[in-house]
C-alpha cells in the first residue's frame, strides 16, 4: 500500500454495542483498517464491551432528553474534535455533515418518513434533523463517498436526492465464514436441538435480530398462533436479539401461543442455533439488507422473508425459501410458513442455499470498504 503522510482515520458511530450488525461491521472495518497500517479512532457516545488493541476511543455524554438532540450534540463536539485532530479521512456509520465516507447500512429516512407519517410529522424538529444530516451525505452536491449495501435503498436515495452515482460504491455482503456449514453440522444440530429440549419431530422457527418491531415479530407471531393444532403442538418460535419483548409476551399470551414463544436475548452461539433450526422467519418491516438471510443460507437453513429486505433477492437466485411480496399478506405468510414446516425436504431446499453460499461472493465486504476508505484517505494526502 502506498504510504500516506497521515494514516489517521476518524470512525463515527453514534452509538457502539456489540450484538449490533452495524456495530459489528464497523469494528471490522476499522480492524482491517489497522492491519493495513491506519491509526483508528472512534468517536461514540457509547461503547459496550471490550475495547480492541490499538483502537483509540473517544466518548462524548450528550445531556438531551431525546435522540435527535442528542444526535445534534454529538455532532457539534465531533466536528470540534475532528478540526483539532485532523484526520486523513472521516467515516461515518450514521448520517451526519462532514463525512469523507459514509457506510449505508441505514435506509432513506425521508422516503420512510413520506411513507408512513403525514406533514406534521414532517415539520417536527426531529424529521428537520434527520432529513437534513441525510441530505449532507446523499445531497447532489454533497462530497461524501457513499458505500452502498442495498440497490433499492439505491434508488430511493437517487429518487428524493438524485444522488450522482460517482460518488456510489456498492459493496458485497459480509458474512462471518463461521457461518458456513461445518462438516460436521448434523452432529452439532442433534447436539444443540437436546440442549433446547427438543424432540426428533420438532419444528423450530428462528428469529434472529435486535429491534423487534422492524424485524415483524409480531408477524411470526400471528403466524405461529395459526398453524392447525397438530402442527403447532410441535413448533416453537426461538427469538435471538436484543429489543423490548413485553408487547409481544402480551401478543403472545392473547393468541394462545406464549409457551410456544421463546425469548433467548442476544447470543454468542448463533451459528449453532442456525444449524439447530428448521426454518428462518424474516417478515421485516424494514430492511436495508438483512445479512441473516445470508447467514441462514450459508448455514444451510430456509428462508421465509418479507421483499422489503435488500438481500432478499438472494433467497430467489438460490431458490433456499420463500420471498413474501409487498404490499404483505400476513395470509400468505402464513401459509407459506406452514407449507414449508409440512414439506418432508426442507432440509434439501436449505441445502440449495449452503451449495449457493459455497459459489457466491457473500463474504467481501470488508477488503471492498477498506480499499474505498484507503483511496479516499490517499486522496486527501495528495
Request: net charge positive; proline share 5%; hydrophobic share 40%.
Amino acid at each position: 500500500m502506498d504510504c500516506e503522510r497521515n494514516k489517521a482515520l476518524a470512525f463515527c458511530l453514534f452509538k457502539y454495542f456489540p450484538h449490533g450488525g452495524l456495530q459489528r461491521d464497523m469494528l471490522a472495518v476499522a480492524l482491517a483498517c489497522q492491519a493495513r497500517g491506519y491509526e483508528v479512532d472512534v468517536y461514540t457516545t457509547s461503547w459496550k464491551g471490550d475495547v480492541p488493541t490499538g483502537l483509540r476511543l473517544h466518548l462524548y455524554r450528550p445531556l438531551a432528553l431525546t435522540n435527535h438532540s442528542s444526535m445534534r450534540q454529538y455532532h457539534a463536539w465531533l466536528a470540534r474534535r475532528l478540526a483539532d485532530d485532523r484526520a486523513s479521512c472521516v467515516v461515518g456509520f450514521n448520517k451526519m455533515p462532514g463525512l469523507d465516507v459514509y457506510y449505508a447500512a441505514d435506509g432513506c429516512y425521508k422516503a420512510v418518513a413520506f411513507e408512513q407519517h403525514g406533514r406534521l410529522y414532517r415539520l417536527g424538529p426531529r424529521y428537520r434533523l434527520y432529513q437534513a444530516f441525510e441530505e449532507a451525505v446523499f445531497g447532489r452536491d454533497a462530497k461524501a463517498h457513499i458505500l452502498m449495501l442495498s440497490k433499492i435503498q439505491h434508488a430511493l436515495y437517487v429518487q428524493h436526492y438524485g444522488t450522482p452515482d460517482s460518488r456510489i460504491h456498492f459493496l458485497p455482503p459480509n458474512v462471518a465464514r463461521d457461518r458456513i456449514a461445518p462438516a460436521n453440522a448434523p452432529e452439532i444440530r442433534r447436539t444443540m436441538r437436546q440442549a433446547l429440549g427438543l424432540r426428533e419431530n420438532d419444528r423450530l422457527l428462528l428469529q434472529l435480530g435486535s429491534g423487534f418491531r422492524t424485524k415483524g415479530l409480531d408477524r411470526s407471531t400471528t403466524a405461529l398462533a395459526r398453524l392447525p393444532d397438530p402442527l403447532l403442538a410441535r413448533t416453537r418460535l426461538y427469538v435471538v436479539g436484543n429489543g423490548s419483548k413485553r408487547p409481544y409476551l402480551r401478543l403472545a399470551k392473547r393468541l394462545g401461543v406464549a409457551d410456544r414463544v421463546v425469548f433467548l436475548g442476544p447470543r454468542d452461539d448463533v451459528p449453532r442455533l442456525l444449524l439447530a433450526a428448521d426454518l428462518l422467519v424474516h417478515p421485516a418491516y424494514h430492511e436495508n439488507t438483512g445479512t441473516v438471510l445470508l447467514e441462514a443460507l450459508a448455514s444451510g437453513l430456509p428462508v421465509v422473508a418479507s421483499s422489503v429486505c435488500g438481500y432478499a433477492h438472494y433467497i430467489e437466485r438460490a431458490q433456499a425459501g420463500w420471498v413474501i411480496p409487498e404490499p404483505f399478506d400476513q395470509d400468505l405468510f402464513t401459509h407459506t410458513v406452514q407449507a414449508a414446516l409440512e414439506r418432508t425436504d426442507l432440509a434439501d431446499v436449505g441445502r440449495r442455499g449452503a451449495d449457493f453460499a459455497r459459489r457466491e461472493d457473500l463474504y467481501g465486504m470488508v477488503d471492498a470498504a477498506v480499499q474505498v476508505i484507503a483511496a479516499v484517505a490517499r486522496n486527501a494526502a495528495t
